[in-house]
């Protein structure tokens, strides 16, 4: 199976900062990766797909890139409600592995 | 909108089962996959299986083989997720989610509220 790895593990930055998250899979996934975002207590939500699509009604500070193995989730201007854990997934084939997470705090 | 609405929290002792319902609304229902994930306290998001509402078909991660089982009901547009021999590790919230294109080869787009399983003699 392939595996989803995501770094780092958490996260503190300052309101306004760049925030970059990284995934890596195991094996080359083409462009089958989405990113998500669980605020604590509530349902992860989808943020980008197809590793760079932006899903609809999501603030344009959130971007993805990437394609084959590595991939980037960027948060060109961190805000107090982006306060959550970001997963990846991959989605070509099964298993529809996710990431472990990456906590993102504010500084 | 679309949405899918589980059923309520259950405690169920170890050995046992527990069915979980996810009732869709405001989307062809059969025209939709429905993808199960659980989160364990504390934890990440883990990938249980798919259920083709359309045909009935489905696909398991390879752990839950042989424990898990999903089916789904067209006629009140509503998929189930059955997990047998329950242990303490099955603690967790359980979601379903619908792909994001009539395809199990996607994104998961529209998300239940969950629904939490407490395993617990």
């Known amino acids: 199976d392939t595996q989803m790895t995501q770094s780092p593990s958490s996260l503190s930055a300052s309101v306004g900062d760049r925030v970059t998250i990284t995934c890596r899979a195991s094996q080359g996934i083409r462009n089958y990766l989405a990113w998500y975002q669980q605020k604590p207590g509530k349902v992860p939500k989808l943020l980008i797909y197809a590793a760079s699509t932006l899903q609809s009604g999501v603030p344009s500070r959130f971007s993805g890139s990437g394609s084959g193995t590595d991939f980037t989730l960027t948060i060109s201007s961190l805000q107090p409600e982006d306060v959550a854990t970001y997963y990846c997934q991959k989605y070509n084939s099964g298993p529809w592995t996710f990431g472990q997470g990456t906590k993102v705090e504010i500084k | 909108q679309a949405q899918l609405v589980q059923s309520g929290a259950e405690v169920k002792k170890p050995g046992a089962s527990v069915k979980v319902s996810c009732q869709a609304s405001g989307y062809t229902f059969t025209a939709y996959y429905i993808h199960w994930v659980r989160q364990a306290p504390g934890q990440g998001l883990e990938w249980m299986g798919w259920i083709n509402s359309n045909s009935g078909g489905t696909s398991y991660a390879q752990k839950f083989q042989g424990r898990v089982t999903m089916t789904r009901d067209t006629s009140i547009s509503t998929a189930y997720m059955e997990v047998s021999r329950l242990i303490s590790d099955d603690t967790a919230v359980y979601y379903c989610?619908?792909?994001?294109?009539?395809?199990?080869?996607?994104?998961?787009?529209?998300w239940g509220q969950g629904t939490m399983v407490t395993v617990s003699s």
């Open positions: 989610a619908r792909d994001l294109a009539a395809a199990p080869e996607n994104a998961f787009d529209i």
